[in-house]
């Protein structure tokens, strides 16, 4: 199982970007998929949670501002970022896990400007 994700760039503050991770195979159909990121000289942190039954989760400094969502007929994940801020500004992952191996996708650099 392979994921991709891509769609970061740079964007002003008050833009929005969406980001995209595409799973090789149809792991995401039963799993929930999460979307991690990670600034510089930070750790790890987790953004959103898309559960496999539809139910989603986000961490409080992106509530009302980002939206995680599903296309299981494509094996995609979203992460709709709207009112961006500078320090939204780092490298997001998707990751997945079942049956305990777990998966990322490579990250892709989001840059937010002031």
């Known amino acids: 199982v392979q994921l991709q994700a891509y769609g970061g760039g740079l964007v002003q503050a008050g833009g929005y970007l969406r980001l995209s991770c595409a799973a090789s195979g149809t792991i995401f159909r039963f799993n929930a998929v999460a979307w991690y990121r990670q600034a510089p000289g930070k750790q790890r942190e987790l953004v959103a949670i898309?559960?496999?039954?539809?139910?989603?989760n986000y961490a409080d400094s992106v509530k009302g501002r980002f939206t995680v969502s599903r296309d299981n007929a494509k094996n995609t994940v979203y992460l709709q970022m709207t009112s961006l801020k500078p320090e939204d500004t780092a490298v997001y992952y998707c990751?997945?896990?079942?049956?305990?191996?777990?998966?990322w996708g490579q990250g892709t650099q989001v840059t937010v400007s002031s």
């Open positions: 990751y997945t896990e079942r049956v305990g191996n777990v998966y």
């Open positions: 898309s559960a496999s039954g539809g139910s989603t």
